[in-house]
T-cell receptor, first 114, second 113 residues
């Protein structure tokens, strides 16, 4: 069965600094997708970035990049130049090769300090 | 572009009362549809998903049920709410491919008194 682990329940970062949120996953599939979502205090889930298991390059979307290390089964999210508006819960998720479901991690709460 | 609507935004219900939460998607056809529940400060728990009209898969046994009467409509129901049903309910859709993200509605905050 697939599983997502996020070992950092909470993280603090100074405004304008970079931060890395950890995500490790467990799957026996060879083909899968990895996603990161942001959930502000208002509750909506915002899709940030996607990485396919066969993508050779790390995904980037603006200030977000995904540090994908397939052999280590890790997909860490890097946020550069943190902003106060980045304070939120961040969830790592995986879609398996077959089946319709995502597996979500427990989340990391990021607090950006002024 | 595709949009997802979920209502109501907040709901306060007494124990034992019925429940109906509705979710509709616009701008796409034959989406996969999902209902999640999130306890305060916790991750997402998948409750139901549907790959087509009338096709519902349940992930967690509970007193909730789901229905998909139309292609882009997904309804979460209960005949008698329990205190433990309190939480934040999120509806989501996806295109179904491995590379496609799930897109979420704004959620319903349900409080059971």
């Amino acid at each position: 069965a697939q599983k997502i682990t996020q070992t950092q329940p909470g993280m603090f970062v100074q405004e304008k600094e970079a931060v890395t949120l950890d995500c490790t996953y467990d799957t026996s599939d060879q083909s899968y997708g990895l996603f990161w979502y942001k959930q502000p205090s208002s509750g909506e889930m915002i899709f940030l970035i996607y990485q396919g298991s066969y993508d050779e390059q790390n995904a980037t979307e603006g200030r977000y990049s995904l540090n994908f290390q397939k052999a280590r089964k890790s997909a860490n999210l890097v946020i550069s130049a943190s902003q106060l508006g980045d304070s939120a819960m961040y969830f790592c998720a995986m879609s398996p090769n077959y089946g319709q479901n995502f597996v979500f991690g427990p989340g990391t709460r990021l607090s950006v300090l002024p | 572009s595709q949009t997802i609507h979920q209502w109501p935004a907040t709901l306060v219900q007494p124990v034992g009362s019925p429940l109906s939460l509705e979710c509709t998607v616009e701008g796409t056809s034959n989406p996969n549809l999902y209902w999640y529940r999130q306890a305060a400060g916790r991750g997402l728990q998948l409750l139901f998903y549907s790959v087509g009209i009338g096709q519902i898969s349940s992930e967690v046994p509970q007193n909730l049920s789901a229905s998909r009467p139309q292609d882009r409509q997904f309804i979460l129901s209960s005949k008698k709410l329990l205190l433990s049903d309190s939480g934040f309910y999120l509806c989501a859709w996806s295109g179904g491919a491995r590379s496609q993200p799930q897109h979420f509605g704004d959620g319903t905050r349900l409080s059971i008194l």
